[in-house]
Every structure is written in structure tokens, then in C-alpha cells.
């Protein structure tokens, strides 16, 4: 592993594919997980690893820690993807110098092994884990109880706080309304999202979620509802929470 200022670098050790309009652009057994921001990796992948044409744009990035990053074209087939790659041939990094980074957002699928991963790599570092519990927890907004359980399963994330599932049988539902939000986590997989319209009219926007086909490692949350404890007024066992800081 090696750093400089908030990167840092380190051999991954699954074999990692990027796929485009069922080509394969990329395929790798020595990806490179790279830390650019603290709070997952992104894959970097050998320039001999990438298996699509990377024509140089003429544009450049450039990053205090990674040095002038070359953008390129990655040209396949019959289809290209306009500035979808990255180089850093004289980066202060000696391990980004030979590897290329392709934007996760502009090849169709990502692949570690033979199962596809969503949003970003998992993090090796990363641990996730549900519990079931009796506590008493109860969510309030703007002095209204919205949920009040003794049931919860609470989900440990690294370096996230915890997480409240509740039933929905333990949640004022008559206060919900569904909104078109999905976000994805590589962990835990698609969830969908709803409002909290109180009577006095108040709405408080896209602070429920739920995974109703969460990925085979949390198959314990599936159809449960949590609330972001940074937007609402969590109390457990009797005790007024601190509303956690996260970068949400």
C-alpha cells in the first residue's frame, strides 16, 4: 500500500471486468483499489488489462495527490465512450504511472468475479452487519412520532452510524408518501424512497428508505424501514440521540 496526502493505493486481488454494450472493455486479475475519496475505493486497471482503443482527447485533470490526469476516448467496435478514461503517466504515485481509470458510470456493467457490483467497488475494509434487537426506538419529526418499535434490526456499517430497520407495522405509514428516488449500494442493493408529509403540511423529502430485493448479505433488512437519523429526532430506550454527521 502506498499514500500521498488523502489517496491511497493498494493491489486488489479479485478479477474485475468492465463491460460495454456486451463488450468487454477491460478485464483484470490485478486491479488496483484506489482511495480518492475516504469513504469507498474506485478500480484503477493495468493499461495491458484494458482491451478497448484509449485515444487522447486533449484534455487534462488535475489533482493535488495524483498529479495531471490525460483524458481519453475508449473506443470500441462500432461505439465510443467520449472522455471515459483517465491516465496519470507522470503521476507523484509511481503505482498509478502504468494503470488507467475508467469512469464507473460510462461502461454498462462491472463485474468482481462473476457477480455484478453496483455504484462503486466494495471496500475490503468495509463490514456490514445486522442484528436483531429489543430496544425501544422511536423516530419523531417536528414533535410528531412517526415510528415507535421494539423490534429493529440494527445494521452496523463501517464508518456510518447505525441504522434503525424498522416494521412496517411499527411505523405511522398514513404519513408516507412514495417518492421516485432509487439510490443503489454495492452492500445492500436498490431502495426506494418516501416522503414524510405531516399534517400541519409539513414534508420532509426522501428521509425513509427500504430494500424490497436487497442483495443475498442483507437479506435481513428486506422490507424493513429506516429512517437518515441525520434528518429526524431518534430516541433509543429512553434517550434523545445526537443527530449524526455524515457526508448525507
Not at 71 to 95: F, I, K, M, Q, Y
Request: hydrophobic share 35%.
Amino acid at each position: 500500500m502506498s499514500s500521498r496526502g488523502s489517496v491511497r493505493v493498494e493491489t486488489g486481488h479479485k478479477r474485475v471486468r468492465a463491460l460495454s454494450g456486451g463488450r468487454v472493455v477491460a478485464d483484470t486479475r490485478r486491479p488496483a483499489l484506489v482511495w480518492e475519496k475516504p469513504y469507498y475505493p474506485t478500480y484503477y486497471i493495468p493499461r495491458d488489462d484494458v482491451l478497448a482503443e484509449l485515444v487522447p482527447t486533449g484534455e487534462v485533470s488535475r489533482s493535488p495527490s495524483r498529479g495531471n490526469g490525460l483524458v481519453h476516448d475508449v473506443v470500441l467496435p462500432g461505439r465510443t465512450l467520449p472522455s471515459a478514461a483517465v491516465t496519470h503517466p507522470d503521476s507523484p504515485l509511481t503505482e498509478l504511472r502504468t494503470l488507467v481509470r475508467l469512469d464507473w458510470g460510462s461502461v454498462d456493467e462491472w463485474l468482481e468475479e462473476d457477480e455484478p457490483v453496483y455504484v462503486h467497488p466494495r471496500d475490503p475494509y468495509k463490514r456490514v452487519d445486522i442484528l436483531h434487537s429489543s430496544r425501544h426506538v422511536q423516530v419523531s419529526l417536528d414533535g410528531v412520532v412517526v415510528a415507535d418499535s421494539h423490534q429493529p434490526r440494527i445494521l452496523f456499517e463501517t464508518t456510518l452510524p447505525p441504522r434503525y430497520y424498522l416494521p412496517m407495522t411499527d411505523v405511522r405509514l398514513d404519513l408516507l408518501r412514495p417518492t421516485t428516488l432509487v439510490t443503489h449500494c454495492p452492500y445492500k442493493g436498490a431502495a426506494t424512497y418516501w416522503d414524510v408529509v405531516l399534517e400541519t403540511g409539513a414534508v420532509h423529502s426522501n428521509v425513509v428508505w427500504t430494500y424490497r430485493t436487497p442483495l443475498p448479505e442483507s437479506q435481513k433488512v428486506i422490507g424493513l424501514l429506516a429512517f437518515y437519523d441525520e434528518k429526524v429526532d431518534v430516541a433509543i430506550d429512553g434517550v434523545q440521540q445526537d443527530r449524526p454527521v455524515t457526508h448525507f
